[in-house]
C-alpha cells in the first residue's frame, strides 16, 4: 500500500510540473518518501500520532467543532464554539493523520477520518460555499461574518481561511490516501471561489492569508491554472485601500512595495509562504524582491533567540525594530510552525544555509516548546521569562495551535533533504532513510545516523543504483561558524572557534563551500560513507545593543538547542540570578528528568533578601539550565532564557 501510494503521490506531482513553466529550482524531498528512525525526533512524531492527534480528534467532538458541521447539515440548532475558524480545527487534525496515514497506514483511522469528511460534506451548501458558523442560520451567522457572505472577509470572518486550510487538508489527504472524497469538497470549494473572486469580481484582501497556499496545493494535484491565477489575484488584492491601519492584515500596501515584517505574525508569515510559491511558480521577480527584503528585515530586526516571531500580544503582531520584550514576547506556536513553512520556501527558491539556520532554529526551539512531551498540553504563547503563573494547556478556546502542530509534526521529514539537478542536500540532521531521482532518473538511497542535536558526529550511506556522479551538499549550520543567526542580531560572546570536519571512506576531505554546504562532488559508489562532524560546545549568546529588553544580558546554547533556567532545578530565584562571563560551563545528560535531557551546569551568584529584608546578600550556586524546549513539563514554575552577566544588569523582574 505504502509503495502504491508514493507512486501516487509522485505521479500527481509530476503530473502537474510537466504542466509548468517554472517552479522552485530547489525541490524539497517529500516527507512520504524519508523514512524516520532517529532517537530525538521518532519518540515525538510517534507521540503525534498517538496521543496529539487522537486528543486533538476527541476535543474537536467535545467543544462542539465536529457538531457545528452536523447543524449546518441540519440547518437546526447553534453554533457552539467561538470562533468562526472553528472550523479549521477538523480540517489541520484531519491533515496530521493523513500525513500520518501516509508513512503509517492505520485503517481504523482512516475509516473515522472519511465519517468526518462525510460530515463535512453534508454542511457544503450545493454552491460549494463552506462556513458553518453562517450555514447553520444564515439569519444570524456568527458576528464576525457579516451578514452577508464575504463582506467581512477582508477583518475577521475568516471565509477565505476556512477555505485555505480546507485546500491543504483535502491536498493531504488525497496524496496520502489516493482517495477524492475530500479532495472534491474542497475542488467545489474552491471553484465558489474562482466564480466569486477575479477581475471584475469582488477583490478582497483576504483576512486571515493561507488560501493563497491552499490554492496552490490544488494547482499542483489538478494542474488547473485558474487556482494559480487566483492565489496570485489574492496576493495583489493587497494594499488597495492604501491605509497604514490596515498592517495587522499586511494589508497596508501592495505586497510589492512591503519591505517589512508587520502585523498578525501568523498571518504575515502564510502569506510571505504564499508569494514565495507564487512567485516560484509564474517567475515574479518584483514578489521575490519584496519576501526577500522582508525576510531581512525580519531576520536583523524582529526574530527571537528562540526561533519565534511575534513580539506583541496586541495583535498577535510583529514590534517595531528591535522590539524584542522576554516575560511578554507572544512567540505563538503557530507562528513558529508557519516561519518554517516560509524559510524552507526561501530555501527552495535560493537555495542557501542561512534559510535553514532560521527554521532549524524554530524547529527545536518555539515548535517544540509549543507541545508537552506527552502530547496533550500546549503553549499558545511562547516567552522567554516566566513568572510561574503561566503554564501550559490541553486546548484553547483558539486552539489553532494544538491542531496546527498535528499536522506539522506529521510532516517534519519533508525539510531534511532536498536535491537540484544533481545535488543532494542535506539540510537537517535527523537520522533517516530518504530514495530520490537525481535529474529524474538517477535512484540513489541514502542513510543519515546521528544522536543530533546532542551530538555533532553524523555519518551518511550512499546507495545509488549503479555507480553516479553528483554532488553531496551538507549543510554548514551558523552556529558551528560563530554566527547563531544570520546577520548581527544574536553573537558569540567570545565564542571558541568552532569546526567541522569531513571524511570519505575513512579519509579526509576538503570540501570546498557554496551557500554555505560542505560539497562533495565524486562518483559515488554502494555503500560509501561520509563521516560529517560538527563540533559542539556551549557557547553564551548576546543580543544587538538595540535590543533594549537584552541589554547586559546573556542566553546559552549549544548547538541548535536553546538552554533555560527553571526553579524546579534550582535552589534560588531565577531572576535574582548573575552568570559571569568567566563561570565554567558543563554538559550532563540527566537520565531521570524530563524523559532523560543534557543539562548545563556551572556557578553563577544568587541575590537574595537577609533575614530582616533590609539588606541583600549574595551566594555563589551551582545552577542547572534545561533545554528551553522541555520547560514546564513539571507544573508551573518560574523561567528565565536571558540572564545578567554582572550585577550591574541584574534585573530583579521576570522581564
Same mark, same amino acid.
Given at each position: 500500500?505504502?509503495?502504491?501510494?508514493?507512486?501516487?503521490? $509522485?505521479?500527481?506531482?509530476? =503530473?502537474?510540473?510537466?504542466?509548468?513553466?517554472?517552479?522552485?529550482?530547489?525541490?524539497?524531498?517529500?516527507?512520504?518518501?524519508?523514512?524516520?528512525?532517529?532517537?530525538?525526533?521518532?519518540?515525538?512524531?510517534?507521540t503525534?500520532?498517538?496521543?496529539?492527534?487522537?486528543?486533538? +480528534?476527541?476535543?474537536?467532538?467535545?467543544?462542539?467543532?465536529?457538531?457545528?458541521?452536523?447543524?449546518?447539515?441540519?440547518?437546526?440548532?447553534?453554533?457552539?464554539?467561538? +470562533?468562526p475558524?472553528?472550523?479549521?480545527?477538523?480540517?489541520?487534525?484531519?491533515?496530521?493523520? /493523513?500525513?500520518?496515514?501516509?508513512?503509517?497506514?492505520?485503517?481504523?483511522?482512516?475509516?473515522?477520518?472519511?465519517?468526518?469528511?462525510?460530515? $463535512?460534506?453534508?454542511?457544503?451548501?450545493?454552491? =460549494?460555499?463552506?462556513?458553518?458558523?453562517?450555514?447553520?442560520?444564515?439569519?444570524?451567522?456568527?458576528?464576525?461574518?457579516?451578514?452577508?457572505?464575504w463582506?467581512?472577509?477582508?477583518?475577521?470572518?475568516?471565509?477565505?481561511?476556512? /477555505?485555505?486550510?480546507?485546500f491543504?487538508?483535502?491536498?493531504?489527504?488525497?496524496?496520502?490516501?489516493?482517495?477524492?472524497?475530500f479532495?472534491?469538497?474542497?475542488?467545489?470549494?474552491a471553484?465558489?471561489?474562482?466564480?466569486?473572486?477575479?477581475?471584475?469580481?469582488?477583490?478582497?484582501?483576504?483576512?486571515?492569508?493561507?488560501?493563497?497556499?491552499?490554492? $496552490?496545493?490544488?494547482?499542483?494535484?489538478?494542474a488547473?491554472?485558474?487556482?494559480?491565477?487566483?492565489? %496570485?489575484?489574492?496576493?495583489?488584492?493587497?494594499?488597495?485601500?492604501?491605509?497604514?491601519?490596515?498592517?495587522?492584515?499586511?494589508?497596508?500596501?501592495?505586497?510589492?512595495a512591503?519591505?517589512?515584517?508587520?502585523?498578525?505574525?501568523?498571518?504575515?508569515?502564510?502569506?510571505?509562504?504564499?508569494?514565495?510559491?507564487?512567485?516560484a511558480?509564474?517567475?515574479?521577480?518584483?514578489?521575490? !524582491?519584496?519576501?526577500?527584503?522582508?525576510?531581512?528585515?525580519?531576520?536583523?530586526?524582529?526574530?527571537?533567540?528562540?526561533?519565534?516571531?511575534?513580539? %506583541?500580544?496586541?495583535?498577535?503582531?510583529?514590534?517595531?525594530?528591535?522590539?524584542?520584550?522576554?516575560?511578554?514576547?507572544?512567540?505563538?506556536? #503557530?507562528?513558529?510552525?508557519?516561519?518554517?513553512?516560509?524559510n +524552507?520556501?526561501?530555501?527552495?527558491?535560493?537555495?542557501?544555509?542561512?534559510?535553514?539556520?532560521?527554521?532549524e532554529?524554530?524547529?527545536?526551539?518555539?515548535?517544540?516548546?509549543?507541545?508537552?512531551?506527552?502530547?496533550?498540553?500546549?503553549?499558545?504563547?511562547?516567552?522567554?521569562?516566566?513568572?510561574?503563573?503561566?503554564?501550559?494547556?490541553?486546548?484553547f478556546?483558539?486552539?489553532? #495551535?494544538?491542531?496546527?502542530? #498535528?499536522?506539522?509534526?506529521?510532516?517534519?521529514?519533508?525539510?531534511?533533504?532536498?536535491?537540484?539537478?544533481?545535488?543532494?542536500?542535506?539540510?537537517?540532521?535527523?537520522?533517516?532513510i530518504?530514495?530520490?531521482?537525481?535529474?529524474?532518473?538517477?535512484?540513489?538511497?541514502?542513510?543519515?545516523?546521528?544522536?543530533?542535536?546532542?551530538?555533532?558526529?553524523?555519518?551518511?550511506?550512499l546507495?545509488?543504483?549503479?555507480?553516479?556522479?553528483?554532488?553531496?551538499?551538507?549543510?554548514?549550520? =551558523?552556529?558551528?561558524?560563530?554566527?547563531?543567526?544570520?546577520?548581527?542580531?544574536?553573537?558569540?560572546?567570545?565564542?571558541?572557534?568552532?569546526?567541522?570536519s569531513?571524511?570519505?571512506?575513512?579519509?579526509?576531505?576538503?570540501?570546498?563551500?557554496?551557500?554555505?554546504?560542505?560539497?562533495?562532488?565524486?562518483?559515488? %559508489?554502494?555503500?560509501?560513507?561520509?563521516?560529517?562532524?560538527?563540533?559542539?560546545?556551549?557557547?553564551?549568546?548576546? *543580543?544587538?545593543?538595540?535590543?533594549i *529588553?537584552?541589554?547586559?544580558? $546573556?542566553?546559552?546554547?549549544?548547538?541548535?538547542?536553546?538552554?533555560?533556567?527553571?526553579?524546579?532545578?534550582?535552589? +534560588?530565584?531565577?531572576?535574582?540570578?548573575?552568570?559571569?562571563?568567566?563561570?565554567?560551563?558543563?554538559?550532563?545528560?540527566?537520565k531521570?528528568?524530563? !524523559?532523560?535531557?543534557?543539562?548545563?551546569?556551572? %556557578?553563577g551568584?544568587?541575590?537574595?533578601?537577609?533575614a530582616?529584608?533590609?539588606?541583600?546578600?549574595?551566594?555563589?550556586?551551582?545552577?542547572?539550565?534545561?533545554?528551553?524546549?522541555v520547560?514546564?513539563?513539571?507544573? =508551573?514554575?518560574?523561567?528565565?532564557v536571558?540572564?545578567?552577566?554582572?550585577?550591574?544588569?541584574?534585573?530583579?523582574?521576570?522581564?
Amino acid at each position: 500500500m505504502k509503495k502504491t501510494l508514493l507512486l501516487l503521490t $509522485v505521479t500527481v506531482i509530476a =503530473g502537474s510540473m510537466a504542466a509548468q513553466s517554472t517552479d522552485y529550482p530547489y525541490q524539497g524531498v517529500p516527507f512520504n518518501q524519508v523514512k524516520l528512525n532517529d532517537a530525538f525526533w521518532l519518540p515525538r512524531v510517534e507521540t503525534n500520532r498517538t496521543a496529539t492527534i487522537p486528543a486533538s +480528534f476527541k476535543k474537536c467532538e467535545e467543544t462542539g467543532r465536529v457538531q457545528n458541521f452536523i447543524n449546518a447539515a441540519t440547518h437546526t440548532g447553534k453554533f457552539l464554539t467561538t +470562533f468562526p475558524f472553528d472550523d479549521t480545527d477538523i480540517y489541520k487534525t484531519i491533515e496530521g493523520a /493523513s500525513f500520518s496515514m501516509a508513512v503509517h497506514p492505520d485503517q481504523k483511522l482512516g475509516k473515522y477520518v472519511d465519517s468526518l469528511i462525510t460530515i $463535512v460534506s453534508k454542511a457544503q451548501e450545493p454552491d =460549494g460555499y463552506l462556513y458553518t458558523a453562517r450555514t447553520i442560520d444564515p439569519k444570524h451567522p456568527q458576528s464576525w461574518g457579516g451578514k452577508d457572505r464575504w463582506i467581512n472577509e477582508s477583518n475577521m470572518s475568516h471565509e477565505l481561511y476556512n /477555505s485555505g486550510h480546507l485546500f491543504e487538508a483535502a491536498s493531504a489527504h488525497y496524496l496520502a490516501t489516493g482517495k477524492r472524497n475530500f479532495l472534491d469538497i474542497a475542488l467545489k470549494n474552491a471553484d465558489l471561489l474562482t466564480q466569486v473572486f477575479g477581475p471584475g469580481k469582488r477583490n478582497d484582501a483576504p483576512g486571515h492569508e493561507i488560501v493563497e497556499m491552499g490554492l $496552490v496545493r490544488l494547482y499542483r494535484i489538478t494542474a488547473d491554472k485558474k487556482y494559480l491565477d487566483l492565489a %496570485k489575484f489574492f496576493i495583489d488584492c493587497r494594499g488597495k485601500k492604501l491605509n497604514k491601519d490596515r498592517s495587522y492584515w499586511q494589508d497596508q500596501s501592495p505586497v510589492v512595495a512591503q519591505k517589512e515584517a508587520v502585523g498578525h505574525a501568523v498571518r504575515a508569515a502564510y502569506l510571505y509562504s504564499g508569494v514565495a510559491d507564487v512567485a516560484a511558480l509564474t517567475g515574479n521577480k518584483e514578489y521575490l !524582491s519584496a519576501i526577500d527584503s522582508i525576510w531581512e528585515n525580519m531576520v536583523s530586526k524582529k526574530f527571537y533567540i528562540n526561533g519565534g516571531i511575534g513580539a %506583541k500580544h496586541d495583535g498577535e503582531s510583529f514590534g517595531k525594530n528591535y522590539e524584542l520584550p522576554n516575560q511578554s514576547a507572544y512567540n505563538e506556536t #503557530c507562528a513558529a510552525i508557519a516561519n518554517v513553512y516560509w524559510n +524552507f520556501r526561501m530555501f527552495e527558491l535560493h537555495g542557501q544555509t542561512k534559510y535553514i539556520d532560521v527554521l532549524e532554529r524554530s524547529l527545536y526551539n518555539n515548535v517544540l516548546s509549543g507541545v508537552s512531551l506527552d502530547g496533550k498540553n500546549f503553549f499558545y504563547p511562547n516567552p522567554l521569562a516566566a513568572d510561574g503563573s503561566y503554564t501550559r494547556q490541553p486546548w484553547f478556546d483558539c486552539s489553532c #495551535c494544538p491542531t496546527n502542530l #498535528c499536522r506539522f509534526m506529521s510532516s517534519v521529514t519533508g525539510y531534511i533533504y532536498a536535491q537540484k539537478e544533481n545535488s543532494l542536500y542535506v539540510n537537517l540532521f535527523i537520522g533517516s532513510i530518504a530514495t530520490l531521482k537525481l535529474n529524474g532518473k538517477q535512484d540513489v538511497k541514502i542513510s543519515q545516523t546521528s544522536n543530533y542535536p546532542w551530538d555533532g558526529a553524523i555519518s551518511f550511506t550512499l546507495q545509488p543504483v549503479k555507480s553516479t556522479k553528483f554532488a553531496l551538499r551538507l549543510r554548514i549550520p =551558523g552556529w558551528a561558524i560563530n554566527q547563531p543567526v544570520p546577520g548581527n542580531l544574536y553573537s558569540y560572546i567570545n565564542g571558541s572557534k568552532t569546526s567541522y570536519s569531513l571524511k570519505v571512506n575513512g579519509k579526509d576531505y576538503s570540501a570546498r563551500v557554496e551557500d554555505g554546504y560542505a560539497v562533495i562532488d565524486r562518483e559515488w %559508489k554502494k555503500n560509501d560513507k561520509v563521516e560529517y562532524n560538527l563540533a559542539m560546545t556551549i557557547q553564551r549568546v548576546a *543580543a544587538n545593543e538595540k535590543v533594549i *529588553a537584552d541589554r547586559g544580558l $546573556v542566553a546559552l546554547e549549544r548547538g541548535p538547542i536553546l538552554f533555560c533556567l527553571e526553579d524546579k532545578d534550582n535552589s +534560588f530565584d531565577v531572576n535574582s540570578f548573575v552568570l559571569p562571563d568567566a563561570t565554567a560551563l558543563n554538559l550532563t545528560f540527566e537520565k531521570d528528568i524530563l !524523559s532523560g535531557t543534557y543539562t548545563i551546569q556551572g %556557578k553563577g551568584v544568587a541575590i537574595s533578601p537577609t533575614a530582616d529584608q533590609l539588606d541583600l546578600r549574595s551566594e555563589t550556586k551551582t545552577f542547572t539550565a534545561i533545554p528551553y524546549n522541555v520547560w514546564d513539563n513539571r507544573g =508551573g514554575s518560574k523561567m528565565r532564557v536571558w540572564l545578567p552577566r554582572n550585577f550591574s544588569m541584574l534585573k530583579l523582574s521576570e522581564e
